[in-house]
């Protein structure tokens, strides 16, 4: 059974950081692309960042470059987002998900997402 289980979320100022963390199992973890989203309060789900199976090659929407690092260890099947520099538009549930279309906003495989809250 495939799981996806984000953690890492929280309250934070503005100008803080988070790193949140996504644990696979229940398949290859090195075979798919990853990808974090998030939804804010009234908003529709929204890209956040990719990264290749490889972790050689990664990507960011604009409202983020710069300030998240997406990264991934295959030896450890887990997925991460450092989060810096952190805005009240910032607020929303991430989700982690596996093989990702990024154009549709959907996922082959997604978690169960964690709650980053920024106050300012």
């Known amino acids: 059974q495939v799981q996806l289980v984000e953690s890492g979320g929280g309250l934070v100022q503005a100008g803080g950081s988070l790193r949140l963390s996504c644990a696979a199992s229940?398949?290859?973890?090195?075979?798919?692309?990853m990808a974090w989203f998030r939804q804010g309060p009234g908003k529709e789900r929204e890209f956040v960042a990719f990264?290749?199976?490889?972790?050689?090659?990664?990507g960011y929407a604009d409202s983020v470059k710069g300030r998240f690092t997406i990264s991934r260890d295959n030896r450890k099947n887990a997925m991460y987002l450092q989060m810096n520099s952190l805005k009240p538009d910032d607020t929303a549930v991430y989700y982690c998900a596996a093989d990702p279309i990024l154009q549709s906003r959907e996922a082959r495989y997604w978690g169960q997402g964690t709650q980053v809250t920024v106050s300012s």
């Open positions: 990264i290749n199976r490889a972790g050689a090659s990664t």
């Open positions: 229940g398949y290859t973890f090195s075979s798919y692309t």
